[in-house]
């Protein structure tokens, strides 16, 4: 009924960027919150990023001053979400997992979905 997409994901050295993208499809009737998760080798999925249906941002502690406030973007029209990643570590090293929560537009259920992950590998 719903899929979520992730694209953007590869190989950076350290310093580098990426821009990871989420695409939102099929029976959507409204998206509430998106966010980004990602999980390093051996560690537990973390949150990353999150944007309300209205903008509000929220980073955690382990990407602020580096994810920037303009760093994770919506677009409500294309169901898109977007995570800018800047000035990345070894540590950044994961994959990254689309999340969002929305209603279903076939049974106005209210419902929480990932996607299945991109692979972001900071390396020299």
């Known amino acids: 009924q719903v899929q979520l997409v992730e694209s953007g994901g590869g190989l950076v050295q350290p310093g580098g960027s990426l821009r990871l993208s989420c695409a939102a499809s099929?029976?959507?009737?409204?998206?509430?919150?998106m966010g980004w998760y990602r999980q390093g080798p051996g560690k537990q999925r973390e949150l990353v990023a999150v944007i309300t249906s209205g903008g509000e941002r929220n980073y955690a502690e382990s990407v602020k001053g580096r994810f920037t406030i303009s760093t994770i973007s919506r677009d409500n029209v294309k169901n898109m979400m977007y995570l800018q990643m800047n000035s990345l570590k070894p540590e950044d090293t994961a994959v990254y997992y689309c999340?969002?929560?929305?209603?279903?537009?076939?049974?106005?259920?209210?419902?929480?979905?990932w996607g299945q992950g991109t692979q972001v590998t900071v390396s020299s």
């Open positions: 999340n969002v929560d929305l209603w279903v537009f076939t049974n106005g259920n209210y419902g929480d979905y």
């Open positions: 099929g029976s959507i009737l409204r998206i509430n919150t």
